[in-house]
């Protein structure tokens, strides 16, 4: 009788515990649900857009499109400063516990990459006629180079808004703006491709983005009302240290990265056929986008709910999350990479028959998919 009345006693000492962790999986559970769907109408929209676009361009001049995106996509680290992981973090941290902590980081996030982004949008605008001459030997690049600043400047806005709304964990929200994003950027873009070529499809993706910063200026700022969070650069000062302690490595991550990456680029370019090339491989990277946007969305939500549990000093819920998160995304990934390789010549012809003789890229960049999925969960944990 004492034996099954101990018994009792310890499952009712362990039911609270197990609700508890039955709980914290299940909202993470929910999280990533929303992080999902909002990823899956961002990337997807993307990529049908881009698809169309290179239907209707032609290979030469998607590939052009393809190295202007590369070249901005090289001075983006430059200018966010490492800002949105930044804000993720730390907005996770205080949101609760210090709301006019965390919203002074918001603020001084937004000012700095606003700031940056201006600076490293002139210094495009300016380097554009030498990196089209001696970068790809193709003068008349130079204007759609400096055409390709706006996407400079509202990438830097849009990340550091998408920093601030995810260590809200504001999902349901993100998801909602990645539908309406989604709507009104495959047509803009193709139409306007259509009408313009190269000029035209950069001017779409650059309305996109920019009408998508609007859309999370409103929702942040949503968001911040019903959290009492005031974002104020008063005594914005204080939080300098946030700025050098943890932006800083973050940007000399980006910028080791960023610029190796571009010169690949140019090194593929100058090949015989160099932007058909270069068509062939941004179509093939795209879809390996596809394979890892599930583990990219999860991670995002692993950095602010990581760091709530880290400065909560639940160690236990810690592990579980990230063990939680790891086995999510490899199960989420391996087949889905196996699947994209086997079918890679129909993939790839998608975007054109020019396109199909190209799947063995899409087939290397596939399997390449598996550790990038292990490097950004295992990065997740270190950055929390």
């Known amino acids: 009788m004492e034996q099954l009345e101990q018994k009792e006693r310890s499952i009712t000492a362990l039911s609270p515990a197990l609700r508890r962790i039955w709980g914290e999986q299940r909202g993470m559970a929910t ?45 983006g680290p430059l200018a966010s400063l490492g800002l949105a992981l930044t804000t993720t973090k730390f907005v996770a941290e205080y949101r609760d516990r210090s709301p006019e902590r965390a919203g002074r980081i918001i603020a001084l996030s937004l000012c700095a990459g606003a700031a940056a982004g201006l600076l490293m949008t002139v210094a495009l605008i300016v380097l554009a006629p030498v990196m089209a001459a001696s ?4 003068p008349e690049l130079r204007k759609q180079l400096v055409e390709s600043s706006g996407l400079l400047f509202f990438g830097v806005i849009e990340a550091v808004q998408g920093g601030a709304l995810t260590g809200l ?24 491709a259509y009408q313009y070529g190269t000029s035209g499809a950069i ?5 996109s983005l920019a009408i998508s910063c609007g859309l999370n200026a409103w929702v942040l700022q949503a968001e911040c009302k019903w959290r009492g969070i005031r974002t104020t650069l008063a005594g914005c000062s204080s939080e300098k240290g946030i700025l050098w302690s943890f932006s800083l490595p973050a940007y000399v991550s980006g910028i080791i990265v960023a610029p190796v990456s571009w010169l690949s680029t140019v090194m593929l370019v100058h090949q015989a056929n160099g932007f058909s090339e ?3 491989f941004s179509a093939a990277d795209r879809f390996r986008y596809i394979l890892i946007f599930i583990p990219l969305a999860v991670s995002r939500i692993a950095v602010p709910a990581l760091s709530r549990l880290r400065a909560e000093q639940n160690h236990k819920a810690y592990r579980s999350a990230f063990q939680w998160n790891l086995g999510f995304s490899l199960l989420a990934t391996v087949p889905a990479v196996v699947i994209c390789a086997l079918v890679s010549p129909r993939l790839m012809g998608l975007f054109g028959e020019g396109f199909a003789p190209g799947w063995p890229v899409l087939a290397l960049l596939a399997i390449s998919a598996v550790p990038t999925v292990l490097n950004t969960q295992l990065g997740a944990a270190l950055l929390s």
């Not at 590939?63 to 001075?75: D, P």
């Not at 970068?135 to 193709?138: K, M, V, Y």
């Not at 001017?203 to 309305?207: D, I, P, V």
């Open 31 to 75: 999280v990533a649900g929303w992080s999902f769907l909002a990823a899956v109408v961002a990337r997807g929209s993307n990529l049908i857009a881009l698809a169309i676009c290179a239907r209707v361009l032609g290979q030469v001049e998607f590939g052009q499109v393809a190295v202007i995106q590369s070249t901005v996509g090289m001075f």
């Open 203 to 207: 001017a779409g993706l650059t309305a």
């Open 169 to 192: 964990e504001a999902y349901s929200r993100m998801a909602k703006l990645s539908a309406w994003g989604g709507l009104v950027s495959i047509p803009l873009t193709v139409l306007l």
């Open 278 to 280: 270069m068509a062939l």
């Open 135 to 138: 970068g790809f030997a193709n």
